[in-house]
């Protein structure tokens, strides 16, 4: 099927990416609204995930959740932990809406961390986004 006759919200709804270079919200926006802008998760499972990618005690430090968040405060491999952390967040959501599923675009997701960390970041991909393609 093309593309292009596919609805361009069936696209938004069903393509996930991590990319190595995403957007963050503007400077001044929390770390909970940069997380899951839309609010579609709780806080304890906010606080799950971000300890699932090991930046749990790193947000602590900086004030919890509802403390301003600025991409440049974090190093580049913790970004992209944080990227990833916001696609399982995102996955869960649409799995509670029952709409799990589609096609997930990894650009370089760990390119800038190291092994142990690259690994962890597997098995979450593996565990959190196997239903995608």
Do not use: W
């Amino acid at each position: 099927i093309p593309i292009d006759r596919i609805d361009r919200d069936t696209l938004r709804r069903r393509i996930m990416a991590v990319s190595q270079d995403a957007v963050f919200l503007p400077d001044g926006s929390t770390v909970r609204e940069t997380h899951d802008p839309f609010r579609a998760a709780d806080e304890a499972e906010c606080r799950s995930v971000l300890e699932q990618v090991g930046l749990l005690a790193v947000v602590r430090e900086r004030g919890g959740t509802e403390a301003d968040f600025t991409a440049d405060s974090l190093s580049q491999g913790q970004r992209q932990l944080f990227r990833l952390a916001r696609a399982v967040l995102r996955r869960r959501a649409k799995s509670r809406n029952g709409t799990d599923g589609g096609v997930l675009l990894l650009d370089e997701v760990s390119s800038s961390v190291d092994r142990a960390t690259d690994l962890a970041m597997q098995d979450m991909i593996r565990r959190e986004l196997g239903g995608y393609t």
